[in-house]
């Protein structure tokens, strides 16, 4: 007879565990201390196993049919559910500990090739834009809905060229995930298109007048004193931005008016020899004397082991008064002021601007190559810039 509810409630523990039999192989057995546990009784290969399904009441008699049942399917299969049951409790464990962040963080760490300020880059972009969101998820249930909706929230802030970056890099950790058994596709590879890439704006450069307004803007910015240091140093240098903000001190010889960036804080990861003209070094001079006790040049104000952030020189640029410029474009300035003047050869210009290497037959690139022409070009760009302040 099939048990009731009323039954298995009502039913007493006796001094040795005892059997209450249903249908079908299921029963329930009842402890001497009152627990009650439904098991299922099969055969495979003529061999009697027994299932444990759960406890009662937390596991009601029509929950413990419907679980017999699925067991009972699993061994018409010649599977045994106990079996079934470990290898998806391992499979869930694995799914657990594959969500969407530990995979990508594992991704990230096990790109090989690229520099720490890039590895850092992705770190940041995942961070902020995707993990709040699907990082406790796993990896495999991640969609492209999902991914679809976190890179809507970077267009909304005017961030589409990122979330471009980003949807491709998702990509790459798909594959990745895929390659590690953790993923079936790629969901990313569906939003290819979804954005629209604006316009490059290039590099301008400023004309005289533009940067005699720059030099008499920086005459009365009040802004911080380090900010209008390193703009000056960027018109009279040319460095990119980020080799300005990676500036250190164990790199400038103030007695030698030269400033020997080592390779690894360059672009083109090549040591960049830069001819400090005097008031280049009168700056740097000013700059020691409030970060010179620190290794950085240009460290952040939250966080002063680590540089200023990318965007503060732009935005001090900006306060500045040179609304439609950025800091890059003191590249392009001098650039084309110099190549106009005719007084110098192509190949020193693009030298000490650390561009590419035009000639690919050359053997190897000489950081010290046409040192003396660049510390004069340097002297020359020096008294330009200077000048156009009295124009």
Same mark, same amino acid.
């Given at each position: 007879?099939?048990? +009731?509810?009323?039954?298995?409630? /009502? ?9 209450? $039999? ?6 329930i057995e ?27 009441p937390e596991?009601? !008699?029509?929950?413990? #049919?419907? *679980? ?8 018409? /299969? ?14 869930? +464990? ?5 969500? =969407? ?10 790109? &090989?090739?690229? $520099? ?10 995942? +961070?902020?834009?995707? =993990? ?18 976190? !890179? ?44 629209? #890439? ?27 004193? +380090?900010? @209008? ?8 240098? =040319? ?15 103030? *007695? ?12 083109? #990861? ?44 732009? #935005? ?9 410029? @950025?800091?890059?474009? =003191? ?8 190549? *106009?003047?005719? !007084? ?8 000490q601007l650390?561009?590419?290497? $035009? ?15 660049? &510390? ?16």
């Open positions: 007879m099939p048990l +009731t509810d009323i039954q298995i409630r /009502q039913a007493r523990p006796g001094d040795k565990p005892r059997k209450l $039999s249903d249908e079908r192989g299921l029963f009842i402890r001497p201390t009152g627990a009650k546990y439904w098991r299922y009784r099969y055969k495979i290969d003529g061999k009697e196993n027994v299932f444990a399904l759960g406890e009662y596991m009601g !008699l029509a929950e413990a #049919r419907s *679980e017999r049942d699925k067991a009972r399917a699993l061994v018409k /299969q010649g599977k045994h559910p106990a079996h079934v049951r470990r290898t998806e409790r391992a499979r869930q +464990t694995l799914e657990n500990q594959s969500s =969407f962040k530990v995979v990508a963080l594992e991704w990230i760490s096990g790109k &090989v090739g690229i $520099s720490d300020s890039y590895r850092n880059q992705l770190t940041r972009a995942f +961070t902020k834009n995707l =993990f709040p969101y699907v990082g406790k998820m796993p990896v495999r249930d991640v969609t492209a809905a999902h991914l679809l909706e976190c !890179l809507r929230r970077m267009e909304k802030r005017g961030a589409t060229y990122y979330a471009i970056s980003l949807c491709n890099w998702l990509s790459q950790m798909f594959r990745f995930a895929v390659r590690t058994l953790r993923a079936d596709a790629d969901p990313a590879s569906a939003l290819y298109g979804a954005f629209v #890439r604006q316009p490059i704006e290039h590099s301008r450069p400023m004309s005289v007048a533009d940067m005699a307004r720059f030099r008499e803007e920086l005459q009365t910015y009040g802004g911080f004193r +380090t900010n @209008t240091i390193a703009l000056e140093l960027m018109q009279l240098l =040319f460095l990119r931005t980020v080799e300005i903000r990676r500036g250190r001190w164990e790199d400038v010889d103030l *007695e030698a008016a030269l400033w020997d960036i080592p390779a690894e804080f360059m672009k083109k #990861r090549r040591r960049h020899l830069v001819p400090l003209p005097a008031r280049a070094v009168e700056l740097l001079k000013e700059l020691h004397s409030i970060t010179g006790g620190r290794g950085l040049m240009f460290p952040g104000l939250r966080h002063p082991d680590k540089p200023v952030d990318g965007s503060t020189f732009n #935005r001090a640029l900006e306060r500045l008064g040179m609304k439609g410029f @950025t800091c890059h474009d =003191f590249r392009a300035t001098a650039s084309t002021h110099l190549y *106009e003047s005719g !007084l110098f050869r192509g190949e020193v210009i693009e030298m650390a561009h590419a290497e $035009s000639n690919k037959t050359k053997a190897a690139y000489n950081h010290a190559q046409y040192l003396s022409e660049r &510390v004069e070009m340097m002297q020359w760009w020096e008294k330009f810039c200077l000048a156009t302040s009295n124009e």
